[in-house]
């Protein structure tokens, strides 16, 4: 069926093509797979309106077996048994049609169900043949040296910016002449300066405030002049020595020893 389908069935007819079978094979199937898939579509619909005639033939049907079945009834009142008997037959008869109608029906869909799946497949298995030719046709062009190629000038390319940018952050001038390990020492020493010199700052004395001495009462009628609060003068703060006078005061004191 899929050989139908897709072109392989007769392809052995005709001993005359010699070498150039091959060169038309993918072309022929490409073709009757096309064809093959427009007369699918054709029977689907082609069956579609045959379910659709019998639909109508069945309701059509199923009206006569109500009308012989009313027919009987009225025949049966008035006592005449062979226009009833008769009309019982018709209305057998329409049964029967309905019945096989509906048998015909059956089939129709279990075809219509079989075609559609069918074309669901031939679509499928033509995608994946596609997709397989694209696949094939991409790989031929591409070649592992070529990707080793790339990967390489990638490599490349990655290495010389990285030299690039080395050269641009290395310093220029002045600051090229500059020794960071003499900075670092430098700045050292400027630390440990000002480390020395606070260490030898003497602490600030606090200002005190003596309190004003209490006045003697005031005889009655007596008057004394207000003597104003004076605050103590803070004492003055020791004069702070130099290194070098704190030096020439160690060694003073270690000739003495």
Known sequence: M?????????GHGGGGGGGGGGG???????????????KTVDAIQKL?????????????????????????????????????LMSLKRKKAYEKQIEQIDNSISR???????????RTTAETVLALQQGVRANKATMQELNIDDVDKTMD??????????????VLSQPIGTAADLDEDELAAELAELEAEDLDS????????????VPARAQP??????????????????????????????????LEAEMAA
């Open 24 to 38: 038309t094979s993918q072309s022929g199937t490409r073709q009757v797979t096309a064809t093959s898939t427009q």
């Open 198 to 209: 606070q260490l030898l700052e003497p602490a600030p004395v606090p200002a005190t405030r």
């Open 108 to 118: 129709v869909n279990e075809q219509q169900m079989m075609l559609e799946n069918q």
């Open 217 to 250: 009462a005031a005889a009655a009628g007596e008057r004394y002049p207000a003597v104003p609060a004076q605050s103590a003068r803070p004492a003055a703060r020791p004069k702070q020595k130099t290194p070098e006078e704190l030096e020439l005061e160690a």
């Open 48 to 84: 579609g309106e045959t379910e659709e005639l019998l639909n109508k033939r069945r309701n059509l049907l199923e009206k006569k077996v109500n009308e012989a079945l009313e027919k009987t009834k009225e025949y049966q009142r008035a006592k005449n048994q062979r226009a009833a």
């Open 2 to 10: 899929f050989k139908k389908l897709f072109g392989q069935g007769g």
């Open 153 to 166: 000038e990638i490599s490349e390319a990655q290495d010389q910016m990285q030299q690039m940018n080395d």
